[in-house]
């Protein structure tokens, strides 16, 4: 007696653990059949859930490691109530060239005056640092 086609795709699916195939599996080969996609399309659409939903894990994960004290935004931080900021000086390391340049950043001042607020959010913008790991150090 034959094995129904696809019958062992779950297992299959467990074994190369990939969870958000096996799940979209079903749904994505209705929309595949009715459609006509080709093969390939079929197996890209299902690959490529697979990988946004590691690479989402996998931020969420370096962001959990570096242990943050919070999560913040540059676009929450109160450039008026801290005029000594400066913005653009800020807004030109948020594009982290100096990271490709081998350089480092260090924030000093007093408790109170934003220096947390501006070194956690750009490593915690999804996508910003990929496969990069930072530790938090007070």
């Known amino acids: ?14 074994k ?3 969870p958000r195939v096996r799940e979209r599996l079903q749904a994505t080969a209705e929309r595949a059949r009715e459609e006509g996609w080709p093969y390939e399309q079929f197996l890209e659409v299902l690959l490529e859930a697979e990988i946004f939903a590691r690479d989402a894990s996998g931020a969420r994960q370096r962001i959990r490691h570096a ?10 931080f109160d450039f008026t109530a801290q005029p000594s900021a400066e913005k ?3 807004l ?3 594009q982290l060239a100096w ?3 081998h350089a480092h950043v260090c924030l000093i001042g007093p408790p109170g005056t934003g220096t947390t607020h501006c070194e956690t959010p750009e ?9 990069w790991r930072r530790r938090w150090r007070t």
């Open 1 to 14: 007696m034959s094995a129904k086609v696809g019958e062992r795709l779950p297992y299959l699916l467990s």
């Open 16 to 18: 190369l653990k990939a």
């Open 67 to 76: 242990a943050f004290p919070a999560h913040k935004t540059l676009e929450d």
């Open 88 to 90: 653009p000086l800020l």
């Open 92 to 94: 030109h390391l948020a």
């Open 99 to 101: 990271i490709h340049e």
């Open 123 to 131: 490593p915690c913008r999804p996508g910003r640092l990929r496969g």
